[in-house]
């Protein structure tokens, strides 16, 4: 499998926790959403269309919000096939009334840009960008604990899904430790 297309696998993951708003109540509510992703992140996906069709590989992900005022999220962690293991990060931050971000170092390298996106209730739908790539990235807050994403790029007029991830919630260590008096 090509590093490439390793390196696409887990920026696609990372843009899980990323995208943009509009007025102030868009702003808090975006806000909330990037707290509620927050955290530690780890979970099974599967290519499920194209060359690589059938491949699967984990994501354990760490998920920073901005910090203050700012609204968006940083995030951390390695993406592994089989025995191989890639780094992973993203970082998105709201310029204006939209967000701009990256995968690892964007489009103009070896990763994605982050183009457009909108937060509505428990799901984010990302644009993503890389020459003449373009897709979208759906993320689904199932619960506190799960969170589902499916990554579709354009053919033509349609938009075809590629990439399905399952993220599960790891537990703080803190709140798993035992109370002592």
């Not at 090509?2 to 007025?23: C, D, E, H, N, T």
């Not at 690589?52 to 609204?71: E, M, V, W």
């Not at 996106?117 to 604990?145: F, H």
């Amino acid at each position: 499998m090509s590093s490439r297309l390793f390196k696409l696998i887990g920026g696609f993951a990372a843009l899980a926790m990323l995208a943009p708003v509009g007025p102030a109540d868009a702003a808090s509510r975006d806000r909330k959403f990037f707290e509620q992703v927050a955290g530690v992140w780890t979970g099974p996906g599967e290519i499920v269309a194209g060359k690589y069709k059938g491949t699967k590989f984990t994501c354990n992900l760490t998920g920073q919000p901005a910090s203050g005022k700012a609204t968006g999220i940083k995030l951390d962690g390695t993406c592994r096939v089989g025995v191989f293991s890639q780094p992973m990060s993203a970082e998105i931050s709201q310029v204006g009334s939209s967000y701009e971000g990256q995968f690892l170092d964007g489009a103009e390298g070896k990763g994605l840009d982050i183009v457009s996106g909108q937060v509505s209730g428990d799901k984010v739908v990302v644009g993503l960008n890389r020459a003449k790539l373009d897709g979208a990235m759906v993320a689904r807050i199932q619960d506190p604990t799960a969170m589902n994403i499916t990554i579709s790029v354009k053919v033509e007029d349609r938009m075809i899904p590629v990439i399905g991830l399952r993220l599960n919630r790891q537990a703080d260590a803190m709140a798993t430790g035992a109370i002592q008096n």
